[in-house]
C-alpha cells in the first residue's frame, strides 16, 4: 500500500513554462515533506522541504504548496528550464520514523526547448 | 564536505551468490539509511542505522541486513541473491535521524543474473 499517492507519473513542458506535480497523503503523523530531483545514473537530491505548520515555501524557482486539511502538498517549478529536465519524488517522513521516508512513485519532468 | 559515497558503483552476481556493499556518510553524520529503488517498486526503505544500532528496518525478507560501524560507515549484505534483487541500491546520511534532510549517494547499481 502506497502511503504517498504522486501525480502525473510523466508530463512535458514547455521552456519557460510551469511544471506542477502534486502528491496526497493519508497519515496524518507525518511532519515532514520534501521533494528529491534524480537524474539518471544518479542519487536523489533534496530540492525543498517543507513541515505541516507552513502552507507554502519558496526556493528560487521551486515552491511547496502544503494543505494540510486536504493532505496534499504540491511542487511548482516556475520559469522551466531544460536543465530541469529529470524525476522528481515527494517523500514524507513520521515523528516517530527512525530515517524512513516513504516515496512517492515519481514524475519524469521533460522540458522541451 | 565530501558527499556520501557507495562503492563499488556496479556489480554483476548471479542467483545464489551473496553481495555487500559498502556507504560512506558525509562527515559528522551519524545516522545511515537504505532504500532500493526499482522501475515498478520505487524507492522502498531498507532499514536505518544510527551510532552502530538499527532502529529501523522495512519490509524486507531476512536475506537483506546491514550494520554500521563506529566511523558511522555502513554496508548492507544480500545473501542467496534472487533475479528480483536487481535494483539500485541507495545510501542516504543524515546528522541525526528523525525528521532529518536524507543525503543521497549516486547508489549501486546491482545486476542479478
Known amino acids: 500500500q502506497q502511503q504517498v499517492k504522486q501525480s502525473p507519473q510523466s508530463l512535458i513542458v514547455q521552456k519557460g513554462g510551469i511544471s506542477i506535480i502534486n502528491c496526497a497523503y493519508e497519515?496524518?503523523?507525518?511532519?515532514?515533506f520534501p521533494w528529491y530531483q534524480q537524474f539518471p545514473g544518479k542519487g536523489p537530491a533534496l530540492l525543498i522541504a517543507?513541515?505541516?505548520?507552513?502552507s507554502e515555501k519558496k526556493e528560487g524557482r521551486f515552491t511547496i504548496s502544503f494543505n494540510k486539511s486536504a493532505k496534499q502538498f504540491s511542487l511548482h517549478i516556475m520559469d522551466s528550464q531544460p536543465g530541469d529536465s529529470a524525476t522528481y519524488f515527494c517523500?514524507?517522513?513520521?515523528?516517530?520514523?527512525?530515517?524512513?521516508?516513504?516515496f512517492g512513485a515519481g514524475t519524469q519532468v521533460v522540458v522541451t526547448p | 564536505k565530501a558527499g556520501v559515497t557507495q562503492t563499488p558503483r556496479y556489480l554483476i552476481k548471479t542467483r545464489g551468490q551473496q553481495v555487500t556493499l559498502s556507504c560512506s556518510p558525509i562527515s559528522g553524520h551519524r545516522s545511515v539509511s537504505w532504500y532500493q529503488q526499482t522501475p515498478g517498486q520505487g524507492l522502498q526503505f531498507l532499514f536505518e542505522?544510527?551510532?552502530?544500532?538499527?532502529?529501523n528496518k522495512g519490509n524486507f525478507p531476512g536475506r537483506f541486513s546491514g550494520r554500521q560501524f563506529s566511523n558511522s560507515r555502513s554496508e548492507m549484505n544480500v545473501s542467496t541473491l534472487e533475479l528480483g534483487d536487481s535494483a539500485l541500491y541507495l545510501c542516504?546520511?543524515?546528522?541525526?535521524?528523525?525528521?532529518?534532510?536524507?543525503?543521497f549517494g549516486p547508489g549501486t547499481r546491482l545486476l542479478v543474473l
Open positions: 517543507i513541515r505541516p505548520d507552513v
Open positions: 542505522y544510527f551510532s552502530e544500532t538499527q532502529r
Open positions: 542516504a546520511s543524515s546528522q541525526k535521524s528523525r525528521g532529518e534532510t536524507q543525503y
Open positions: 497519515n496524518t503523523a507525518f511532519d515532514y
Open positions: 517523500a514524507a517522513s513520521r515523528v516517530d520514523s527512525w530515517g524512513k521516508l516513504q
